[in-house]
Structure formats: structure tokens, C-alpha cells
């Protein structure tokens, strides 16, 4: 099946700084690729849909300032949380949908963020 | 706006049939989903349905689609200890775009 590449697995930070987080499909490009964040024993909520090569859509309740997403290629998309903060800790998931068969959406593994 | 409900729990014996129970609401759903997810990892496609099919069989896993209710379940036969995980069932929303999920149930096994 289709993969999709997510790294860093896991960053420790400190408060104040910026981390990025890139999400790739290794073998099939993705026009849409989305950004959801998992917080212990939750569900998956969806932050925003990554539009390559346009603005990226955001839900609501969501910064777009905080959480910056660039998707430059058909292959990459990067969610950068800036000057975060220990409430920014959490598990951020990427998913791709591939162009040609749409139908499934792939997840990346994971990033595991720890602010302190 | 839609929503996807499961129980949170289920414990099983090993070599026994699992079934995970979802309901959700958007009745425009066109593709409903199940994924798995081990502790610490990201999400593993087990298995999609497409809303005008009600059965789909792969190997041990098992779809069955009440569309009128809107009810999804997935029974998976022969239970192992590896298939001890967090179950999430999705669908695809109104726009056909991002998935909604559950809250995802915790299957446990037990040798």
C-alpha cells in the first residue's frame, strides 16, 4: 500500500521555539494532504487540510499562526508550531490521499511533540 | 454537523470473534472507514466501505454496513493477542475531503 513518511517520530523542545514536522508520500503524490492532532486516549481531531500549492484551510479553534503549513510539492507538506508552548504538547498526524485513486487516505507514524 | 460514536471498550479472548460497533451520522457519507492504531504508532487502513455495498469480507476482517441505520461494525475472526490496538472507525465528510473519526475503541486480548 501506499506510504506516507512522517518526521520527526519524536521532538522534545523548549518553550519559545519553533518545531516543524514534514509529512511526505512516498510513492504517490498528494494534492491534499491533513494535519490532525491527538491528545492521550482521544480521538483524532482534524487541524487543517494542506493544499498543495495554495493556503491552507484551518479549522475552527485553530491558529493559523501558531500551526503554519506549508505544501510546496506534491509530495511534502510541513506543519511548523511555532513559539510553542507546554499546551502545545500532543501527537500530530499527517494523512495523504492519493491523486489517482482518492479513495484512501494514509497516515503518516506519528510525531510525538513535548514542549517543556 | 456529523459525528461517529463508539464504545470505548471491548475484551476478548484469544481465538474468539471481536466485533466493534460504530454509528455516525451524515447520511451523505460515501466512503466509511477502519483504521488501527498501536500504542505510540500512527493510523493502519484495515479495511474501507463504499456506502452502497452493506458487506465486505477480507480475510479475518469482516464489514457489515447498515446504511438505513447507519451503523458500521468490523468482526474480526479468530482474535489474536496481536490485534490488541485502539480501533478507529472514519467516515468521509460532507465536502468528500478530510475524515471524521470516532473515538476509537480499545480492543484487549487476553491468552
Known amino acids: 500500500g501506499a506510504v506516507v513518511s512522517q518526521h520527526p517520530s519524536w521532538v522534545i523542545c523548549k518553550s519559545g521555539t519553533s518545531v516543524k514536522i514534514e509529512c511526505r508520500s512516498l510513492d504517490f503524490q498528494a494534492t491534499t494532504m491533513f494535519w490532525y492532532r491527538q491528545f492521550p486516549k482521544q480521538s483524532l481531531m482534524l487541524m487543517a487540510t494542506s493544499n498543495e500549492g495554495s493556503k491552507a484551510t484551518y479549522e475552527q479553534g485553530v491558529e493559523k499562526d501558531k500551526f503554519l503549513i506549508n505544501h510546496a510539492s506534491l509530495t511534502l507538506s510541513t506543519l511548523t508550531v511555532t513559539s510553542a508552548h507546554p499546551e502545545d504538547s500532543s501527537f500530530y498526524i499527517c494523512?495523504?490521499?492519493?491523486?489517482?485513486?482518492?479513495?484512501?487516505?494514509?497516515f503518516g507514524q506519528g510525531t510525538r511533540l513535548t514542549v517543556v | 454537523g456529523e459525528d461517529v460514536e463508539q464504545s470505548l471498550f471491548l475484551s476478548v479472548r484469544e481465538g474468539d470473534s471481536s466485533v466493534i460497533n460504530c454509528t455516525y451520522t451524515d447520511s451523505s457519507s460515501t466512503y466509511l472507514y477502519w483504521y488501527k492504531q498501536e500504542p505510540g504508532a500512527g493510523l493502519q487502513l484495515l479495511t474501507y466501505?463504499?456506502?452502497?455495498?452493506d458487506m465486505k469480507q477480507d480475510q479475518r476482517l469482516t464489514v457489515l454496513l447498515n446504511k438505513k441505520d447507519k451503523h458500521l461494525s468490523l468482526r474480526i475472526a479468530d482474535t489474536q493477542t496481536g490485534d490488541s490496538a485502539i480501533y478507529f472507525c472514519?467516515?468521509?465528510?460532507?465536502?468528500?475531503?478530510?475524515?471524521?473519526f470516532g473515538k476509537g475503541t480499545t480492543l484487549s486480548v487476553s491468552s
Open positions: 494523512s495523504a490521499r492519493d491523486n489517482v485513486g482518492y479513495t484512501e487516505a494514509f
Open positions: 466501505i463504499f456506502s452502497n455495498m
Open positions: 472514519a467516515e468521509r465528510n460532507q465536502a468528500g475531503t478530510a475524515l471524521i
